[in-house]
């Protein structure tokens, strides 16, 4: 008998358990206090703030979870198909909010907080990115943006015979045409470094400087196949795979931290975030002998994100309250300066805190005014809700023409008709 | 008869059921039920995010035949399974038997050959590609040692395969070494005895005695090994430049297995249903190649 009475009471012990277990996931915590977690991949510089936050509001407890960027649009996905799990206040990437616009019925319209008052706050194409419904619907408060510039190597410019200077390595290359007459004069003076880490970031650069991409701004079809802005960016970084001057490297993997750490190549194309992953790829013995020089083709977008509210949350008002002050302008120029990530608000990119701002690390190169100035002249590109499906198609042809494996062209026209299914 | 008995009687009846209940309990929660319901949304149009589109019947699956994708990815799956499995058991094979003679420290090199198995396999895979680079990685500048040009680990299929099947080697022979030292060590000694007797070499006493006396376990190991070889998916998934941000493996797929597929379709792409439909497809896949190395591995086995 008492063997049954103990088989039941272990089986009574363990639904409880697994009731207990699904019960979780946020709420309160036990001392009566708000808890929030916020969701984010990389550095968004949020450490201190969030502390700074929780003295002054001593009822709100939050949390920071990081995980890498896919990984974290993946989960994020997952997430909001299961309907528990998100965190409270969850950051979309500019390439991926599109995406998540489609699904806008799993998160808080900001709007019903009052965020329609925040709209001054932002570049214009920054807010517009955040919202839908005609700006009726305020999905996510953008954080950073990305304006370009382009980091190259002081000590192989000089071993090639090229100025050094960043003014003048900025006038060697007002188009990428003349950036890859520069790469013909490298690579014939140093045969042994490669100009570019990667023939992808060159492509996406030039891509972001066109009003469209992948997809008609008018209805969202896909045009990847008839515009001749997709085709003419692809073969002009292919040209650079083809000969051989580029490292055929996937962007900021470990062989791209290795390849820098060695310092086998030249240039890349580096959006303010990027700097900081320069820095740790590089190292400290490196430091100075990277610079910063204005970009082939003007300013251009990459990059930046967005700060939303997932419906499934406890808190929604909180969460915004906490997203809202995150992404003042007051904030985002503290974060500049702690990660480097440039403001997506007039208000802060002009404040002269921020264009004042130097980089040591890049031979004390002016960061604040060179991308502050690349932000002005920005108009973003028109990205698809199905432009994180298309994208990697392209990347991977690519990638096949610096491996060798296919000519331009046969790449190009694989990657159209996968595009084609992809974006169906 | 008292109500003590009867509760007695109860007891010896349904004790055993409450007892073995929480296994079927949870292989109902988390196998059985994702199995169905997989199959379930196998044949609708099933976004990610949105959920149910429409019932679509067999539409998934048709396309799944159509599709050049899904049929690299079963080559490459099989591929990828040859070339880690079959060297993998022969190696753990030869090296229980090692560990079965009377070595010195022998619980260190028993102890030893596990090790590969309890590291993570994130930070194998992550040492392997280091390992395997094309610039700068260890294996190309050995090779460059011997005169051998510098191959590019992860463009070349052969040499992709290579590449990841090493990493599955490493990591599962030992395991398997365990498993067939277990085995060996309950062989009769008596039967080794006599063979040395009647004057047998060492090779002859391994094939005609310790291989046909742990046939089971050989059997064993080779069906447990298909069915991990059939999902392989870290390795390769952790290989690949690109990560999970392409997920296709390599630029060219030379690489995807198919669970790298069904991951690439409905994380990536959001399309469940068709994932849903490759998961089933794959399902069907082991449950076949299964069955086949049985009977192979049985008839083999019993011929020793």
Same mark, same amino acid.
């Given at each position: 008998?008492?063997?049954?009475?103990?088989?039941?009471?272990?089986?009574?012990?363990?639904?409880?358990?697994?009731?207990?277990? %699904?019960?979780?996931?946020?709420?309160?915590?036990?001392?009566?206090?708000?808890?929030?977690?916020?969701?984010?991949?990389?550095?968004?510089?949020?450490?201190?703030?969030?502390?700074?936050?929780?003295?002054?509001?001593?009822?709100?407890?939050?949390?920071?979870?990081?995980?890498?960027?896919?990984?974290?649009?993946?989960?994020?996905?997952?997430?909001?198909?299961?309907?528990?799990?998100?965190?409270?206040?969850?950051?979309?990437?500019? *390439?991926?909010?599109?995406?998540?616009?489609?699904?806008?019925?799993?998160?808080?319209?900001?709007?019903?907080?009052?965020?329609?008052?925040?709209?001054?706050?932002?570049?214009?194409?920054?807010?517009?990115?955040?919202?839908?419904?005609?700006?009726?619907?305020?999905?996510?408060?953008?954080?950073?943006?990305?304006?370009?510039?382009?980091?190259?190597?002081?000590?192989?410019?000089?071993?090639?015979?090229?100025?050094?200077?960043?003014?003048?390595?900025?006038?060697?290359?007002?188009?990428?045409?003349?950036?890859?007459?520069?790469?013909?004069?490298?690579?014939?003076?140093?045969?042994?470094?490669?100009?570019?880490?990667?023939?992808?970031?060159?492509?996406?650069?030039?891509?972001?400087?066109?009003?469209?991409?992948?997809?008609?701004?008018?209805?969202?079809?896909?045009?990847?196949?008839?515009?001749?802005?997709?085709?003419?960016?692809?073969?002009?970084?292919?040209?650079?795979?083809?000969?051989?001057?580029?490292?055929?490297?996937?962007?900021?993997?470990?062989?791209?931290?290795?390849?820098?750490?060695?310092?086998?190549?030249?240039?890349?194309? %580096?959006?303010?975030?990027?700097?900081?992953?320069?820095?740790?790829?590089?190292?400290?013995?490196?430091?100075?002998?990277?610079?910063?020089?204005?970009?082939?083709? *003007?300013?251009?977008?990459?990059?930046?994100?967005?700060?939303?509210?997932?419906?499934?949350?406890?808190?929604?008002?909180?969460?915004?309250?906490?997203?809202?002050?995150?992404?003042?302008?007051?904030?985002?120029?503290?974060?500049?300066?702690?990660?480097?990530?440039?403001?997506?608000?007039?208000?802060?990119?002009?404040?002269?805190?921020?264009?004042?701002?130097?980089?040591?690390?890049?031979?004390?190169?002016?960061?604040?005014?060179?991308?502050?100035?690349?932000?002005?002249?920005?108009?973003?590109?028109?990205?698809?809700?199905?432009?994180?499906?298309?994208?990697?198609?392209?990347?991977?042809?690519?990638?096949?023409?610096?491996?060798?494996?296919?000519?331009?062209?046969?790449?190009?026209?694989?990657?159209?008709?996968?595009?084609?299914?992809?974006?169906? | #008869?008292?109500?003590?008995?009867?509760?007695?009687?109860?007891?010896?009846?349904?004790?055993?059921?409450?007892?073995?209940?929480?296994?079927?309990?949870?292989?109902?929660?988390?196998?059985?039920? $994702?199995?169905?319901?997989?199959?379930?949304?196998?044949?609708?149009?099933?976004?990610?995010?949105?959920?149910?589109?429409?019932?679509?019947?067999?539409?998934?699956?048709?396309?799944?035949?159509?599709?050049?994708?899904?049929?690299?990815?079963?080559?490459?799956?099989?591929?990828?399974?040859?070339?880690?499995?079959?060297?993998?058991?022969?190696?753990?094979?030869?090296?229980?038997?090692?560990?079965?003679?009377?070595?010195?420290?022998?619980?260190?090199?028993?102890?030893?050959?596990?090790? $590969?198995?309890?590291?993570?396999?994130?930070?194998?895979?992550?040492?392997?590609?280091?390992?395997?680079?094309?610039?700068?990685?260890?294996?190309?500048?050995?090779?460059?040692?011997?005169?051998?040009?510098?191959?590019?680990?992860?463009? @070349?299929?052969?040499?992709?395969?290579?590449?990841?099947?090493? #990493?599955?080697?490493?990591?599962?022979?030992?395991?398997?070494?365990?498993?067939?030292?277990?085995?060996?060590?309950?062989?009769?000694?008596?039967?080794?005895?006599?063979?040395?007797?009647?004057?047998?070499?060492?090779?002859?006493?391994?094939?005609?005695?310790?291989?046909?006396?742990?046939?089971?376990?050989?059997?064993?190991?080779?069906?447990?090994?298909?069915?991990? &070889?059939?999902?392989?998916?870290?390795?390769?998934?952790?290989?690949?430049? &690109?990560?999970?941000?392409?997920?296709?493996?390599?630029?060219?797929? @030379?690489?995807?297995?198919?669970?790298?597929?069904?991951?690439?379709?409905?994380?990536?792409?959001?399309?469940? &249903?068709?994932?849903?439909?490759?998961?089933?497809?794959?399902?069907?896949?082991?449950?076949?190649?299964?069955?086949?190395?049985?009977?192979?591995?049985?008839?083999?086995?019993?011929?020793?």
């Amino acid at each position: 008998m008492s063997r049954t009475r103990t088989a039941s009471t272990t089986a009574a012990a363990l639904a409880a358990a697994l009731v207990a277990g %699904c019960g979780g996931g946020g709420g309160d915590a036990g001392d009566g206090k708000v808890k929030l977690s916020i969701g984010i991949f990389s550095d968004f510089g949020y450490t201190n703030l969030i502390e700074e936050y929780q003295a002054a509001h001593p009822n709100i407890e939050v949390e920071q979870r990081t995980v890498k960027m896919e990984q974290h649009h993946t989960q994020l996905a997952t997430q909001l198909a299961g309907g528990r799990g998100a965190a409270d206040i969850v950051a979309i990437e500019e *390439g991926n909010i599109t995406q998540f616009r489609q699904s806008k019925d799993k998160f808080v319209n900001l709007a019903d907080y009052g965020a329609k008052e925040l709209e001054g706050q932002w570049a214009a194409w920054k807010w517009n990115q955040g919202t839908t419904d005609d700006g009726n619907f305020v999905l996510g408060l953008g954080t950073d943006m990305g304006s370009l510039a382009l980091c190259y190597r002081r000590d192989l410019f000089e071993a090639a015979g090229l100025p050094t200077d960043r003014e003048a390595v900025g006038k060697l290359w007002p188009t990428w045409e003349e950036y890859l007459e520069v790469a013909d004069t490298f690579s014939a003076k140093t045969p042994d470094k490669k100009f570019v880490d990667t023939a992808q970031n060159v492509y996406k650069a030039i891509l972001d400087q066109t009003e469209e991409g992948y997809f008609a701004k008018a209805d969202d079809s896909f045009i990847g196949d008839s515009n001749p802005k997709v085709e003419q960016a692809f073969t002009l970084a292919a040209s650079l795979g083809e000969k051989k001057q580029t490292g055929a490297l996937a962007p900021f993997s470990q062989d791209w931290n290795v390849a820098l750490k060695q310092a086998s190549f030249a240039t890349t194309t %580096c959006p303010a975030w990027a700097l900081a992953l320069i820095k740790a790829g590089a190292g400290d013995e490196a430091a100075g002998k990277w610079d910063v020089a204005a970009a082939p083709g *003007g300013g251009g977008n990459w990059g930046g994100s967005f700060l939303a509210v997932p419906k499934q949350g406890e808190h929604p008002k909180e969460a915004y309250e906490l997203a809202k002050w995150l992404t003042a302008p007051e904030q985002q120029k503290r974060i500049f300066k702690e990660t480097g990530n440039l403001p997506s608000e007039p208000a802060a990119y002009q404040d002269p805190e921020v264009t004042s701002t130097v980089n040591e690390y890049f031979n004390a190169a002016p960061v604040g005014q060179i991308f502050g100035n690349s932000a002005e002249s920005l108009e973003p590109t028109y990205r698809g809700a199905k432009d994180a499906k298309v994208t990697p198609v392209f990347n991977n042809a690519l990638s096949r023409v610096e491996t060798g494996k296919q000519s331009t062209s046969d790449a190009f026209d694989q990657a159209v008709g996968e595009a084609r299914d992809a974006a169906k | #008869m008292s109500w003590r008995d009867k509760l007695g009687r109860l007891d010896t009846k349904y004790t055993p059921y409450v007892i073995i209940a929480p296994f079927f309990v949870v292989f109902g929660v988390f196998g059985l039920y $994702p199995l169905l319901h997989t199959a379930w949304v196998s044949l609708h149009d099933w976004q990610l995010i949105d959920g149910d589109q429409g019932f679509v019947g067999l539409a998934n699956y048709t396309a799944l035949l159509a599709d050049p994708n899904f049929w690299n990815a079963l080559g490459n799956t099989i591929s990828l399974f040859l070339l880690s499995t079959v060297p993998q058991l022969f190696a753990a094979l030869g090296l229980a038997a090692l560990l079965d003679r009377g070595l010195r420290g022998r619980a260190f090199w028993r102890a030893g050959v596990l090790l $590969p198995n309890v590291i993570s396999v994130a930070a194998v895979a992550l040492v392997f590609a280091q390992l395997f680079g094309r610039d700068f990685g260890i294996v190309n500048a050995l090779l460059g040692v011997v005169g051998i040009d510098p191959v590019d680990w992860r463009a @070349q299929t052969w040499a992709s395969h290579l590449a990841i099947s090493s #990493m599955v080697v490493w990591r599962w022979t030992g395991y398997n070494a365990l498993i067939y030292l277990a085995a060996m060590q309950s062989v009769p000694k008596d039967l080794y005895e006599s063979a040395m007797l009647d004057g047998a070499s060492r090779r002859r006493v391994f094939w005609s005695i310790t291989v046909p006396s742990i046939r089971p376990t050989i059997l064993f190991t080779v069906i447990v090994s298909t069915i991990g &070889g059939m999902q392989l998916f870290v390795e390769p998934q952790l290989f690949d430049p &690109g990560g999970t941000a392409t997920g296709t493996g390599g630029d060219d797929r @030379q690489f995807q297995t198919l669970v790298m597929y069904l991951y690439e379709k409905g994380f990536r792409l959001f399309d469940a &249903g068709y994932s849903s439909a490759v998961a089933w497809v794959l399902f069907m896949v082991v449950l076949v190649v299964a069955v086949v190395n049985f009977t192979v591995a049985r008839r083999i086995a019993s011929k020793g």
